[in-house]
């Protein structure tokens, strides 16, 4: 955490945070209906391997549920706020250790930065794979605490659900992780691939002390996951326009960051005298430009791929418009940019966010600055929004520079096919066998971008059933888990540690 951030009080710098969850799930909320149908059938990536899967080998016993739960309930009450001292995350670790001591005792464990480091050796030799997670958690505002219906750091176990900040944002993928991997070990199991697992404690502020040291000091060992899973999308039930099953959306590519300030200069003076245009008239003409020429929008990956893999559930007229995608894309496109949730899939999206200039009512101010934040499509890059920026605004009078450190490129976009989706869809299908697959694209950041060259595929996705309900609950009022949609955490990772053992071979790497 930065100086300048330490000294804004909590209630601004919470506005700041990198929304992980919630906005990359937001995203696909109103996907106009009759969008799925206009793809090209080859198009439909998603497809679930075909394997034979011991659906049962995954279980948890009553005791094992009991004790993931527990630990849960036990974590969430660590305040482990960005800006809170030190120990609330020790005593996390302290926590998960005592909870799971097989894991903590059979894993080599170390502490790297505000991450914690787990490996499962395998008995092959080959890459290993990865799971992240992180278990810092967003602040909750004084003044909402006591709209909760429990206390937000009480973990409290009521009405089928545990309570608190952290529930659904992280905390419940790290236990579940965990858990899952003590249930395996209570039985005697060696994985075949090694397993990496990361828990950050910094996500939420950028990750930089946590999992950006993590993917450092993998790529300085010359450690290349053959792919990995963070959070970023989840099974989403009722929320896209026009699907009856719920949607298991799993995040291929991170949306890039940019952030640019833009400059008008003139000559000062008193405002009896003016000339046609101030510093301020220069600088609104510029942003006026800027809003209305907004990047090209294109139907590219992921977000055509997660298109041909609803289109077949989906009704109505935008199911039929998503079928036919090779004549429709141009009304699809239309649709889509029809609304701001669906315009940031498939295009970089701007946002005049900041505005100042002036010093008195009677005085021609001598500088404007005006900010514009760019969320970048999978393809676009940093370079090409500055260059459209200048031929847009087309003032040479306007100075046009990059305002924060934070900015980086959009990701690749992970594949469709190898191992890591196809364990990953395994273990979807038999977790949530009713479930939809498909990619997506994922608005927020995620600890996930520091692997960007680093792991070979990553993927975004967490194993929790979101109704619309839930929603404002990430990062919001109630945040809450429910115990049904907790259990299959662990039943998740169990399945899919064991997939990717399935998937694997002795030899090969
Ligand atoms: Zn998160």
Redesign the pocket.
Known sequence: MSPSQRETRPRDWWRRLT???AAAVTAFLLLPAGLASALPPRAQAAAIPQSAQPADAAALNEQEIENARAALAGIVQEETVAGAPPEALERVHEKLRRAFPRAFSQLRAERIGTSLLLEWTGRSPGAPWMLLA?LDVVPVENDTAQNWAHPPFSGKIAAGAIWGRGTL??KASAVGILAAIESLLADGYVPRRTLLVGLGGD??TGGTGGAAQVAATLRQRGIAPEFLLD?GYAVIDGSIVGVKPPVAMIGLAEKGYLTLRLQARAEGGHSSMPPPHSAIGRLARAVVRLEEAPLPSRLAEPMRSGLAALAPHMSGVQGLALRAMWLTSPLVRHLLEGKPATAAQIRTTTAVTMIAGGVAENVLPEEATATVNFRLLPGDTADGVIHHVRRVVDDDAIEIEIATAASREPTRVSSTEGLGWDALSQAIATVFPEAVIAPGLTLGG??AKHFEGVARQVYRFVPMRLAPGDLPR?HGLDERIPLASFDEFPAFYSNLIQAVDERSSDAAP
Do not use: L, Q, R, S
Request: glycine content about 0%.
């Open positions: 929304p992980c969850a992180h944002d992280d996500e939420e959070e995620t600890d990430v």
